[in-house]
């Protein structure tokens, strides 16, 4: 039985929301080596990927969703609201449908990969498409207040809050802190999130902890606990950190990551200097081609913006910026089914006859 990370991880979390969780089982996910990746790719590193898309609606996004929908619940209210690119308004339609919350969802017209849009659909979301990006979406929700509705993004600290649980599965899973994390960069709240939570694990103060105002809880320790570098990683046509001010018209497609303004830009910067970490570009056909390697040579198959993780430390790698037997952590944010019409060739499975000799000849 999955506890959920209410649950799981009750001593980092606000007591009132464990006393009344909000749960789909979501969390301890699995962390998997990726062996035939870093032979292929001649990298001398031990690479292990977190696969978040074992999560229940298929994205690292149920981890934060968990505690802020507990949250709405726990504050009264009875509505939700969020902007999306498609993973949020997934976990926010199924985690509200589960509280009893009404979801409220608006989205990019056109910009929304098919799978993700069914999902708020069946969870009977009260679906809207702008006319407009992702970030249009999000400036209206911005304009909600407490009132009204609870908004449920990444600007919500019961998202981070949820969300740092990754890191303290990665320390348990491996036995320690990796010496690289590397993730994709979207609206830049879980790659706060994560540095918090290895902050709190080696209980340390983080100045990026101002995103969850108190409630970051730090354990009194009297050794300086290792934590990781941080890679993250942006679409090239969606790179705000890299070109330092935000994209008015990102494209990518990578949808989950077709972000120009990053709502939590200041708190990821902060992470990542602390870190002493670096942000990298990869091209869309550098995170199709690491997309494709993790499925046909590991078996996982993760969407496009998830695989911008392992192009990113590829390409890191194969510079030299990355010390030979480093142990690092890829964050892979969603499932692969989220986005399926990425994957170029699915239309075009030949047609034969149902004749088993023809068959035998042609896979002999």
């Known amino acids: 039985m999955k506890l959920g990370v209410l649950a799981a991880h009750a001593a980092h979390l606000p007591a009132e929301l464990v006393q009344n969780p909000v749960s789909l089982g979501e969390g301890n996910t699995p962390l998997i080596k990726l062996t035939k990746l870093a032979d292929a790719n001649r990298v001398e590193?031990?690479?292990?990927?977190?696969?978040?898309?074992?999560?229940?609606?298929?994205?690292?996004?149920?981890r934060g969703m968990a505690v802020a929908v507990a949250a709405a619940?726990?504050?009264g209210s009875n509505t939700v609201v969020c902007a999306s690119t498609g993973n949020t308004s997934a976990s926010a339609a199924a985690y509200a449908a589960t509280a009893g919350l009404v979801c409220v969802v608006l989205l990019p017209a056109g910009k929304v990969a098919r799978g993700?849009?069914?999902?708020?659909?069946?969870?009977?979301?009260?679906?809207?498409?702008?006319d407009g990006n992702f970030d249009d979406a999000m400036e209206i929700v911005k304009q909600f207040d407490d009132s009204m509705c609870a908004v449920v993004n990444s600007i919500n600290p019961m998202r981070i809050q949820g969300q740092?649980?990754?890191?303290?599965?990665?320390?348990?899973?491996?036995?320690?802190?990796?010496?690289?994390?590397?993730?994709?960069?979207?609206?830049?709240?879980?790659?706060?999130?994560?540095?918090?939570?290895?902050?709190?694990a080696a209980g340390q103060q983080t100045a990026a902890c101002g995103l969850c105002d108190q409630n970051c809880?730090?354990?009194?320790?009297?050794?300086?606990?290792?934590?990781?570098?941080?890679?993250?990683?942006?679409?090239?046509?969606a790179a705000p950190f890299i070109h330092g001010k935000p994209i008015a018209n990102p494209e990518t497609v990578a949808t989950a990551i077709r972000i120009g303004n990053p709502q939590s830009w200041q708190?990821?910067?902060?992470?990542?200097?602390?870190?002493?970490?670096?942000?990298?570009a990869v091209s869309d056909a550098q995170l199709l081609a690491a997309q494709s390697q993790l499925a046909s040579l590991e078996g996982i198959f993760c969407e496009p913006a998830s695989a911008a993780?392992?192009?990113?430390?590829?390409?890191?790698?194969?510079?030299?910026k990355i010390a030979p037997?480093?142990?690092?952590?890829?964050?892979?944010?969603?499932?692969g089914l989220k986005d399926p019409d990425a994957i170029s060739g699915t239309e075009e499975i030949p047609v034969i006859a149902a004749d088993h000799e023809q068959i035998r000849k042609l896979i002999a």
């Open 116 to 130: 993700k849009l069914a999902q708020a659909r069946i969870h009977g979301a009260k679906t809207y498409a702008i």
């Open 217 to 237: 809880k730090f354990p009194v320790v009297t050794v300086s606990a290792s934590r990781p570098r941080l890679l993250g990683v942006q679409a090239s046509g």
């Open 164 to 200: 740092k649980t990754v890191a303290f599965e990665v320390i348990d899973q491996l036995g320690g802190a990796p010496d690289i994390h590397a993730l994709p960069i979207g609206n830049a709240g879980n790659i706060t999130a994560h540095w918090i939570g290895y902050c709190e």
């Open 267 to 280: 708190f990821a910067q902060t992470a990542l200097a602390e870190s002493g970490g670096t942000v990298v």
């Open 73 to 75: 619940k726990h504050n």
């Open 309 to 320: 993780s392992v192009a990113g430390l590829i390409i890191q790698a194969q510079a030299g």
């Open 45 to 62: 590193l031990e690479i292990w990927c977190k696969v978040e898309g074992a999560n229940p609606t298929g994205s690292f996004k149920d």
């Open 325 to 335: 037997g480093s142990k690092v952590v890829c964050t892979l944010t969603g499932n």
